[in-house]
């Protein structure tokens, strides 16, 4: 009773801290974007705990990645078809379907994601889940929102912000691919890759995703209003969650219980950085 009792308390306290910071933008269309991706949540959650299913907890969030991005900049264009708004858009959603999609496609191939094993039956816990996923979508696009609602200003700082998430989408990508192709190779099961961009980063799909959020925070930057600048937390939330919550922490205990034995994977945790440099 405890536990259900917190896991709805985390979840109110999610809710209420996305809305109230969508509220302070002073934008009636952020604000019922980021309810929206809520109900998008909260709708999709029925089905999932129905027949206690986590298959499409991750396209839920590419679900309302994409809504909310579609709502605020068609509410926002008055007619008037801004390209930086477009430029912006366009690159969420390309992120947020090729994350979907890896994701998904991950998931019905191993048969479960083992982190929802004891969640999914749970209806407060499952329902919590569900709700920070809301939570990180609304913060995650936060600026992008408020930026597309006040049009998006092409200006140099605009273009680096474009190329700082092109980078860090890259670095998606290509970590994502190397980690598959090396857990495709018979010999290499139950073994940690160590290859690639992991001979840099032990996390390098992590990284770049907080880089590719730094981009959006930066594209976003110049069209913000002085009293709308706390949005730009997008990437530092970003970087919190993945490293202490739902991301690397999990990874590392994992690891931890399967390899901490290993000289090797004592080594390779020593002399590689979770991320990169002080991150």
């Known amino acids: 009773m405890k536990n259900s009792l917190l896991n709805y308390i985390i979840s109110f306290v999610a809710v209420l801290i996305s809305v109230s910071l969508g509220i302070l933008t002073g934008i009636d269309e952020v604000r019922n974007g980021i309810i929206l991706s809520f109900i998008i949540h909260w709708l999709l959650f029925i089905p999932a705990y129905v027949f ?69 039956k749970s209806f407060s816990w499952f329902f919590m889940a569900f709700t920070i996923s809301g939570m990180w979508v609304s913060i995650c696009t936060i600026c992008a929102l408020t930026g597309i609602s006040n049009g998006i200003e092409l200006t140099g700082v605009t273009y680096i912000g474009v190329i700082i998430f092109i980078i860090g989408f890259a670095l998606e990508i290509i970590s994502d691919n190397q980690k598959t192709n090396f857990r495709k190779i018979e010999y290499n099961k139950d073994k940690f890759i160590t290859t690639g961009l992991w001979k840099y980063s032990r996390h390098p799909n992590y990284l770049g995703e907080i880089v ?34 739902s991301g690397i922490n999990l990874l590392e205990k994992s690891g931890e219980k399967k390899w901490g034995h290993l000289d090797s994977y004592k080594s390779y945790k020593e002399n590689t950085p979770r991320l990169i440099g002080f991150l």
Do not use: C, H
């Open 212 to 245: 590719l959020w730094t981009g959006v925070a930066i594209i976003s930057y110049s069209s913000l209003e002085v009293y709308q600048m706390f949005t730009l937390v997008s990437p530092i939330f970003t970087y919190l969650l993945l490293v202490n919550v």
């Open 52 to 120: 206690k299913t986590e298959k499409f907890y991750d396209l839920t969030g590419t679900i309302s990645y994409i809504s909310i991005v579609l709502f605020v900049l068609l509410s926002s264009t008055d007619g008037i078809i801004n390209l930086g708004n477009m430029i912006v858009s366009s690159l969420i959603i390309i992120w947020t379907l090729r994350l979907g999609m890896f994701l998904f496609t991950r998931i019905k191939k191993a048969g479960e994601d083992k982190r929802f094993r004891e969640i999914k």
